[in-house]
């Protein structure tokens, strides 16, 4: 008998994150179609809504969803929208499915996360870094818990390998306005950017700075790189070919991952979305998280909270990244951390990747100091 | 204010002192994932069993259901009213009473019941970090009262050089200073020793009640 249930996918579809969000849907999507014919045991019917990147509107969406007696959700890219539903998904004990890269610092017993966590994204990045590019980092990002945190985890551990942070800049979601910003970065000559900037701001950024770079005569990629936890290869196409390459990405999958799975994935997923937006880390998470739900429905006989988050628990999968399982502890997945240089054909040069998948650390329980490295003031200050 | 916060938990060791073992919510289940180890001590006769003198601060906490009545006693450090190692009440009637026996605990921090996940990173960050700093502010507190009591040696040797050399009072306050630099020792220290050194030629009504010489050499702050 097949058991048939309907599951929310919530991703911003439009507004200022839509590239990648559309790219998650998709992700999402293809999933679902495969599942359509693998699977005889569970249909699962996708009841898509856009809360258009509006905190207000993923309250309510959450809300209408989880009244409508849908359980289960696949849904969020930015942390912000993630905490604003996760009082929602608590009150009425739904499972939110979140499938992207994160700040950690959070396990909430109604959320199952197939992103990657920091250990697995800005930790590795900031080895690389430390390594092969320098050890001067500007820091810049989008106004909010994504940026805050991550710039945080990645002074700490920059600082411990002998790095310096020389200027850390914080922007509205979705300005635009980032000349400025170039020329200060460029001024300070830093041996790297260290980006957590998303969506418009993010590519109104790399053209930016190509801009500027390209009017004083300065080798953008080969002098102060950018490196990012957040560019996937949607994202290049948005940014354009003068602009995209050369940059450096820390993610759990690029789509040039050479399997057989990841060549049957991207394969699958440029046939039913020939227009783009094209595959990335995120979408893979959806893709993986819509995978795990179905073997979790299937093993659990329902579609409550409990018994499903149990059904997933130490789950496997094999991903197109790789083999990837639900930690049983945290419900973070273990992932597999590569580092890509972006390329002018919109795609990732793969330049590392761990022999085998990571577990997650959401606290850096297992990859931080026990105390915290403390801020001090500056010591000069500017009076002119 | 000491600016090295506790930020990772692991290899902590939390004493739940409950009657219910596993029902006061995901307190347990949250620790580990912090890195922390969870054990329930037994109640025996509403006494919980623990031997608080084998637990370290850096290592130990206790979380306190404060719903019971006499399960702990915890003797307090005198000046900075602080447990032995850091407790964090698990509050289950939000009563003034209760609330003031946990204080009397020395709680630093609490955590409503039925424990919410999400609540108990913040908790043990709040309760641990209070605790160092209040242990750390004791101690600055002790160091000054005794430099604070150590102020009476220093006009002691004060008059003492001046009516030896008859050099005016600052210029015998900088000449202890002085000297006390050159031994690396603090002022008060030095003055204390030097008085020992010579108790008669302290005027009487400042002689220090103990005026043996001192050993030890404590660096200036």
Same mark, same amino acid.
């Given at each position: 008998m097949t058991a048939h249930y309907r599951i929310g996918v919530m991703f911003s579809a439009n507004g200022p994150y839509a590239v990648v969000a559309r790219s998650m849907l998709n992700g999402a999507l293809l999933a679902f179609a495969e599942l359509a014919a693998e699977r005889d045991d569970v249909r699962l019917e996708p009841v898509v809504v856009d809360p258009c990147g509006d905190h207000a509107a993923y309250r309510r969406l959450s809300l209408d969803l989880l009244t409508s007696g849908i359980r289960n959700v696949v849904g969020c890219y930015t942390s912000s929208s993630r905490k604003e539903v996760i009082p929602c998904f608590e009150k009425h004990d739904g499972l939110l499915w979140y499938p992207s890269h994160y700040e950690g610092f959070e396990s909430c017993d109604n959320v199952i996360y197939t992103g990657a966590s920091p250990n697995q994204h800005v930790l590795p990045l900031v080895e690389y870094l430390a390594a092969h590019v320098g050890h001067r980092a500007y820091c810049i990002g989008s106004n909010y818990i994504w940026a805050w945190e991550n710039s945080r985890i990645f002074r700490e551990a920059f600082g411990a390998v002998g790095g310096t942070v020389v200027a850390e800049r914080y922007l509205p979601v979705g300005d635009t306005d980032l000349e400025a910003l170039a020329e200060a970065i460029v001024d300070q000559r830093p041996d790297f950017v260290f980006n957590n900037l998303i969506g418009t701001s993010a590519y109104a950024f790399f053209r930016a700075f190509q801009q500027v770079c390209a009017r004083r005569g300065i080798d953008r990629a080969g002098t102060i790189p950018v490196a990012s936890c957040t560019l996937s290869e949607p994202e290049l196409h948005e940014i354009g070919p003068a602009a995209g390459d050369g940059h450096l990405s820390s993610s759990v999958y690029f789509s040039t991952i050479q399997t057989p799975a990841n060549l049957a994935f991207t394969a699958a997923y440029g046939r039913m979305f020939p227009d783009g937006p094209a595959a990335c880390a995120d979408a893979e998470a959806s893709y993986i998280a819509v995978k795990l739900l179905a073997s979790a429905l299937a093993r659990a006989?329902?579609? =409550? =909270?409990k018994p499903v988050r149990a059904a997933v628990a130490g789950q496997t999968l094999a991903a197109p990244q790789g083999e990837i399982r639900i930690d049983p502890d945290t419900f973070h997945a273990w992932l597999t951390p590569r580092i890509g240089r972006s390329t002018a054909d919109h795609t990732f040069q793969i330049l590392l990747e761990a022999p085998q998948a990571l577990p997650p650390d959401p606290y850096l329980v297992q990859s931080s100091p026990r105390l915290a490295v403390p801020m001090r003031p500056p010591k000069l200050r500017v009076v002119q | 204010m000491s600016a090295r916060l506790v930020q990772n938990f692991r290899g902590g060791r939390a004493f739940i002192v409950t009657a219910t073992p596993g029902l006061e919510g995901a307190l347990a289940s949250t620790l580990t994932k912090l890195g922390v180890e969870s054990t329930y001590p037994r109640l025996m006769d509403g006494k919980a069993e623990i031997a608080l003198a084998t637990l370290s601060p850096e290592r130990d906490m206790l979380f306190i259901d404060g719903d019971l009545e006499g399960a702990m006693e915890i003797e307090l450090d005198p000046s900075t009213a602080l447990p032995p190692v850091p407790v964090i009440g698990l509050v289950g009637v939000e009563a003034p009473s209760r609330l003031k026996a946990l204080v009397g605990l020395g709680a630093t921090s609490f955590l409503r019941k039925p424990v919410h996940g999400g609540a108990v990173y913040a908790s043990l960050f709040m309760g641990i970090n209070q605790f160092q700093l209040r242990s750390e502010q004791g101690q600055r507190f002790e160091a000054l009262h005794q430099r604070h009591r150590a102020r009476r040696a220093v006009i002691q040797a004060t008059l003492l050089v001046m009516k030896r050399t008859g050099l005016d009072e600052d210029q015998a306050y900088a000449q202890l200073r002085h000297e006390s630099m050159r031994m690396r020792q603090t002022v008060e220290f030095y003055c204390e020793d030097l008085i020992a050194r010579h108790p008669r030629a302290a005027p009487s009504s400042l002689r220090p009640d103990d005026a043996k010489p001192r050993t030890g050499k404590p660096k200036a702050m």
């Amino acid at each position: 008998m097949t058991a048939h249930y309907r599951i929310g996918v919530m991703f911003s579809a439009n507004g200022p994150y839509a590239v990648v969000a559309r790219s998650m849907l998709n992700g999402a999507l293809l999933a679902f179609a495969e599942l359509a014919a693998e699977r005889d045991d569970v249909r699962l019917e996708p009841v898509v809504v856009d809360p258009c990147g509006d905190h207000a509107a993923y309250r309510r969406l959450s809300l209408d969803l989880l009244t409508s007696g849908i359980r289960n959700v696949v849904g969020c890219y930015t942390s912000s929208s993630r905490k604003e539903v996760i009082p929602c998904f608590e009150k009425h004990d739904g499972l939110l499915w979140y499938p992207s890269h994160y700040e950690g610092f959070e396990s909430c017993d109604n959320v199952i996360y197939t992103g990657a966590s920091p250990n697995q994204h800005v930790l590795p990045l900031v080895e690389y870094l430390a390594a092969h590019v320098g050890h001067r980092a500007y820091c810049i990002g989008s106004n909010y818990i994504w940026a805050w945190e991550n710039s945080r985890i990645f002074r700490e551990a920059f600082g411990a390998v002998g790095g310096t942070v020389v200027a850390e800049r914080y922007l509205p979601v979705g300005d635009t306005d980032l000349e400025a910003l170039a020329e200060a970065i460029v001024d300070q000559r830093p041996d790297f950017v260290f980006n957590n900037l998303i969506g418009t701001s993010a590519y109104a950024f790399f053209r930016a700075f190509q801009q500027v770079c390209a009017r004083r005569g300065i080798d953008r990629a080969g002098t102060i790189p950018v490196a990012s936890c957040t560019l996937s290869e949607p994202e290049l196409h948005e940014i354009g070919p003068a602009a995209g390459d050369g940059h450096l990405s820390s993610s759990v999958y690029f789509s040039t991952i050479q399997t057989p799975a990841n060549l049957a994935f991207t394969a699958a997923y440029g046939r039913m979305f020939p227009d783009g937006p094209a595959a990335c880390a995120d979408a893979e998470a959806s893709y993986i998280a819509v995978k795990l739900l179905a073997s979790a429905l299937a093993r659990a006989g329902t579609d =409550a =909270a409990k018994p499903v988050r149990a059904a997933v628990a130490g789950q496997t999968l094999a991903a197109p990244q790789g083999e990837i399982r639900i930690d049983p502890d945290t419900f973070h997945a273990w992932l597999t951390p590569r580092i890509g240089r972006s390329t002018a054909d919109h795609t990732f040069q793969i330049l590392l990747e761990a022999p085998q998948a990571l577990p997650p650390d959401p606290y850096l329980v297992q990859s931080s100091p026990r105390l915290a490295v403390p801020m001090r003031p500056p010591k000069l200050r500017v009076v002119q | 204010m000491s600016a090295r916060l506790v930020q990772n938990f692991r290899g902590g060791r939390a004493f739940i002192v409950t009657a219910t073992p596993g029902l006061e919510g995901a307190l347990a289940s949250t620790l580990t994932k912090l890195g922390v180890e969870s054990t329930y001590p037994r109640l025996m006769d509403g006494k919980a069993e623990i031997a608080l003198a084998t637990l370290s601060p850096e290592r130990d906490m206790l979380f306190i259901d404060g719903d019971l009545e006499g399960a702990m006693e915890i003797e307090l450090d005198p000046s900075t009213a602080l447990p032995p190692v850091p407790v964090i009440g698990l509050v289950g009637v939000e009563a003034p009473s209760r609330l003031k026996a946990l204080v009397g605990l020395g709680a630093t921090s609490f955590l409503r019941k039925p424990v919410h996940g999400g609540a108990v990173y913040a908790s043990l960050f709040m309760g641990i970090n209070q605790f160092q700093l209040r242990s750390e502010q004791g101690q600055r507190f002790e160091a000054l009262h005794q430099r604070h009591r150590a102020r009476r040696a220093v006009i002691q040797a004060t008059l003492l050089v001046m009516k030896r050399t008859g050099l005016d009072e600052d210029q015998a306050y900088a000449q202890l200073r002085h000297e006390s630099m050159r031994m690396r020792q603090t002022v008060e220290f030095y003055c204390e020793d030097l008085i020992a050194r010579h108790p008669r030629a302290a005027p009487s009504s400042l002689r220090p009640d103990d005026a043996k010489p001192r050993t030890g050499k404590p660096k200036a702050m």
